[in-house]
């Protein structure tokens, strides 16, 4: 809009410009009286004529003894003469005029007489012009909409990627190795007939270094490594994610060999044919597209497609067929020890107090991805550069891991006494639930300053990274979820709307027991539901439910149980250990916040299973 402005006033500055030079070369008269032919015949009759100049044979610029200038007009057909002799001038009379013919059209005259004309048009020329210029800015913007968005790295040796960056993930890597290989020395494969891979597919959950790893591959290789995300084929129009996957296909082939990353592919990469409405038709041109550009590439085109998705089970079979993304490499989320080394990578550039102690932060972090690692130490710096300190304490890190769970605390929310003893009931009910019971984690902190949206919390931390569980576990867990509302009862006969999304938890995590890990003895073992296809609106209008009415009832009766069983639980456990409930709860008045050992000094150590 800025810009808009400047051209006008460029215009108009340009306009003033034309319009004073014009005036400069038009000539000023001295305001030549207007007269008639008549009185010009009288006139030379007299001898008060000294010449007549007669411009574009209609007009008579008159200069008379007195050197006065006089205008007049006459019929183009007649000569000067002519038209004075039929006025009755006489041949003597007419020699005593100098007359002239200047048929030279005047600059300045014609000029004078073109420019009203020929003004208003330059002004809505020069309109035109300016706005056709900002049309023609976003038009061109309309004409690169089919160009790709793909961001290209050209690594150099100074921010060069390698697999040193990316930790973990010793057998991604030996994996992909063979595509560097490729990727170096093509011809060592080809000479035996061997296929370069198209694709590869890199599966793992959000934030566990897909990306990194894929630079990682490119910096290992020293090629140039384009990068764009699935959802940024989809546009509103039709047809643009489609006209952008050739022009990336074209672009890569260019500067071959080259790594081309599609991050969420599953944006554009699910099943066809599911859904309802045009965007879906969009998102399967898009996917035909990068089937068609994979399939179209010659074996001799050195450019490998690496896509990064968290939902490999969504994905068309078509994508995963030999010839396109066969290989697929699984990034896993860290464990502790890959949490260690990730810390320490991110911990390089940042001062840390000789008491931060890494394994330790490692073993309190499980579930969280490098991603979170990474924020982790970043909001940890954050916070110790508000504290105005200049190195980062291992407390401050501790406290950012909930800072990163649950969001930051508020401490602008402040509870009625009331309100603290209820939170303080609630949370002990939790803790005390899930210390009494033999199969749940140990709890590692219970607090009732209100983090995000939670009123309070308890945390637990499993003694060592688990990535399977069993029945009891869960039943324990779901009894430990429901231990929150069962203190508010016990202890206020009444109950609150705390526990609002324990409830909604703790109904997910039983309808999760019966209906995907087949764990109920009335129903047997199978899932019920295909999670799958519950990705689309439309399967899931027609398919979701595989089961008959009467399972449904049965799957409804059964979840039912389990969580009025795990009610019963909790609330026989926070009876039977009310000493305790009440002294935690004391504590966590004055207190606030119970670490592990405070509250092991209350309740005991935790029974063995
Ligand atoms: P994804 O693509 O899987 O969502 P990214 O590759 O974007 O994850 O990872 C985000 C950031 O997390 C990275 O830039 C890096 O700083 C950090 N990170 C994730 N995994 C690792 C790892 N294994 N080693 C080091 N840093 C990691
Ligand atoms: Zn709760």
């Known amino acids: 809009m800025k810009n808009l402005f400047g051209k006008f006033i460029t215009a108009l500055v340009v306009l003033a410009l034309i319009l004073g030079v014009f ?34 044979n209609t007009k008579l610029f008159i200069t008379t003894k007195d050197n006065k200038q006089q205008i007049a007009t006459k019929e183009v057909s007649e000569s000067v003469s002519e038209m004075l002799t039929n006025l009755g001038v006489t041949a003597e009379e007419l020699k005593t005029v100098d007359i002239r013919v200047d048929n030279e059209k005047g600059v300045g005259a014609s000029l004078t007489s073109w420019l009203p ?22 038009n061109n913007k309309a004409m690169s909409f089919g160009q790709t968005q793909a961001r290209m790295f050209n690594q150099n040796a100074k921010n060069k990627i390698t697999f040193a ?64 995300s699935g959802s940024e084929f989809v546009e509103m129009f039709v047809g643009v994610g489609a006209s952008r996957v050739r022009d990336l296909f074209k672009k890569a082939k260019k500067s071959a060999p080259c790594i081309i990353f599609i991050d969420e ?33 010659e074996t001799k085109v050195n450019v490998i497609v690496m896509a990064a998705t968290n939902r490999p089970d969504v994905l068309d079979p078509a994508l995963l067929r030999p010839g396109r993304f066969d290989r697929r490499v699984v990034i896993d989320m860290p464990d502790i020890k890959d949490r260690e080394a990730i810390l320490k990578v991110h911990a390089k550039d940042k001062p840390l107090a000789s008491d931060v102690a890494l394994d330790v932060i490692a073993q309190r972090t499980p579930g969280f991805s490098g991603a979170d690692l990474a924020n982790l130490l970043n909001e940890a710096a954050i916070a110790t550069a508000r504290a105005n300190k200049k190195q980062i ?50 709890v590692h902190k219970v607090s009732i300053i209100s983090r995000g949206r939670a009123g309070g919390y308890t945390l637990k931390l499993p003694t060592q990274d688990k990535s399977l569980h069993t029945k009891q576990e869960f039943i324990e867990d779901l009894a430990m979820i429901l231990g929150g509302q069962a203190a508010e009862e016990v202890f206020f006969k009444d109950v609150s709307t705390g526990p609002s999304s324990d409830l909604r938890k703790a109904t997910e995590l039983a309808k999760a027991i019966v209906m995907e890990y087949g764990m109920n003895d009335r129903l047997g073992p199978r899932t019920f539901g295909d999670k799958n296809d519950m990705v689309f609106l439309g399967k899931d209008l027609a398919h979701a439910r595989d089961y008959s009415e009467s399972i449904a009832q049965v799957i409804d009766e059964e979840i039912e149980k389990l969580v009025k069983e795990a009610k019963k639980t909790a609330v026989s456990l926070v009876t039977k250990y009310k000493d305790q409930m009440d002294a935690v709860v004391k504590e966590l008045m004055t207190k606030e916040t119970l670490e592990r050992a405070e509250f092991e000094a209350i309740c005991g150590a935790k029974p063995s299973k």
């Open 117 to 138: 004309f020929i003004l208003p048009f330059v002004i809505v020329l020069f309109v035109i012009f300016f706005f056709l210029r900002q049309v023609q800015g976003a």
């Open 265 to 297: 592919i599953d944006a554009v990469g699910r099943q066809r044919g599911a859904g309802l409405g045009g965007s879906h038709d969009e998102r399967e041109q898009t996917l035909n597209q990068i089937l068609v550009e994979m399939d179209g590439m």
């Open 23 to 56: 005036s400069m070369i038009t000539p000023s008269f001295n305001e030549p009286t207007v007269v008639s032919l008549s009185q010009v015949a009288s006139a030379v009759k007299s001898g008060e004529i000294t010449s007549v100049v007669v411009k574009e």
């Open 165 to 228: 960056d990316v930790e973990g993930n010793k057998e991604a890597k030996i994996e992909l190795e063979e595509i560097v290989e490729f990727l170096k020395h093509p011809q060592k494969f080809t000479s035996l007939g061997a296929k370069i891979p198209k694709g590869v597919l890199l599966m793992g959950s959000p934030g566990t270094g897909k990306t990194l790893m894929a630079k990682a591959v490119a910096g290992e290789a020293g090629v140039p490594f384009f990068s764009i």
């Open 393 to 442: 304490a291992h407390q401050t890190v501790l406290d950012s891991i909930e800072k990163v769970l649950l969001g930051p605390e508020r401490k602008s929310h402040i509870m009625s006494e009331k309100e603290k003893l209820v939170t303080a009931y609630h949370e002990a009910g939790h803790a005390v639930v899930a210390h009494y019971q033999p199969h749940t984690d140990p």
